[in-house]
């Protein structure tokens, strides 16, 4: 399967994930919408923070790396900002979502929110953007 995960709007139901602060992707694969996934800048107790929104896979996609790509593309385009956090919030029932997360190097953490779909809370330290032109070599 030939995956694309592209720049998009932010649909209707999430204005929050809108630009500047915010965006949302949709993944597409043989000409189908197979996923989509948002980020937003919340005001967090340790300054802005990336919130990571709506992330969703076809059932007929799962598996095949669809979840994987939009998570990267919402951490790719945080840390560009200059976020140093990502949050988000999940149900427990959704046992793939709970491993996909861990397996990217989310932790559970304590709630952050008051969202009453949510039962599980992530959080993830964001790397620094890399200078214009690349890594820089530190001096010796």
């Known amino acids: 399967m030939s995956l694309q995960v592209e720049a998009d ?4 139901l999430d204005r929050d994930c809108a630009p500047p602060s915010g965006a949302f ?3 597409v694969a043989g000409g189908r919408d197979v996923g989509c996934v948002g980020v937003r800048t919340l005001a ?6 990336a919130e990571v929104k709506r992330l969703f896979v076809d ?4 598996g095949a790396g669809v979840g994987r790509a939009l998570l990267d593309a919402a951490e790719a385009w945080s840390a560009a900002r200059g976020l140093r956090r990502a949050v988000l919030d999940t149900d427990a029932r959704l046992l793939a979502a709970c491993a996909l997360y861990r397996s990217a190097g ?3 953490v304590p709630r952050y929110n008051a969202s009453p779909d949510a039962d599980r809370w992530f959080a993830k330290d964001l790397p620094p953007p890399e200078p ?3 890594p820089v070599a530190s001096p010796r």
Do not use: C
């Open 106 to 108: 989310w932790v559970e």
């Open 9 to 12: 709007g932010a649909p209707e």
């Open 44 to 49: 967090l107790d340790g300054g802005p923070t």
């Open 59 to 62: 059932p007929a996609a799962r």
């Open 25 to 27: 992707w949709v993944a």
């Open 132 to 134: 214009p032109g690349g």
